[in-house]
């Protein structure tokens, strides 16, 4: 499996934005895919995952309410809908696959590939 986020951009705070995670490969119903995001000088932070089949989905506080996780099934995409961003949303953002199904450590998850910057201007 191969993950590819893209989508990520300049925005105002209070702006939105839609962040894809294309995915290459078999995709199970029992797998669990997330998204993380990092600034320079700190570690990879849970944003939130969803499990592929029951589209079941959890978010990180910092974000709940605010960011909406779907999949286009078919597709094999996986979307992160960022509404209402902070100038604390700014990061890379990256897509994972969970080894170890419902985790929201970054050290369980792997085939992260390239990410996409968010900069969200106050």
């Known amino acids: 499996v191969q993950l590819q986020a893209f989508g990520g951009g300049l925005v105002q705070a209070g702006g939105s934005l839609r962040l894809s995670c294309a995915v290459s490969?078999?995709?199970?119903?029992?797998?669990?895919m997330g998204w993380f995001r990092q600034v320079p000088g700190k570690e990879r932070e849970f944003v939130g995952l969803?499990?592929?089949?029951?589209?079941?989905?959890s978010y990180a506080d910092s974000v709940k309410g605010r960011f909406t996780i779907s999949k286009d099934g078919p597709e094999n995409t996986m979307y992160l809908q960022m509404n209402s961003l902070k100038p604390e949303d700014t990061a890379v953002y990256y897509c994972g696959v969970s080894r170890s199904g419902w985790s929201t450590r970054d050290v369980e998850y792997d085939n992260w590939g390239q990410g996409t910057q968010v900069t969200v201007s106050s």
């Open positions: 490969g078999r995709i199970y119903s029992s797998h669990v």
């Open positions: 969803i499990r592929w089949g029951s589209r079941s989905t």
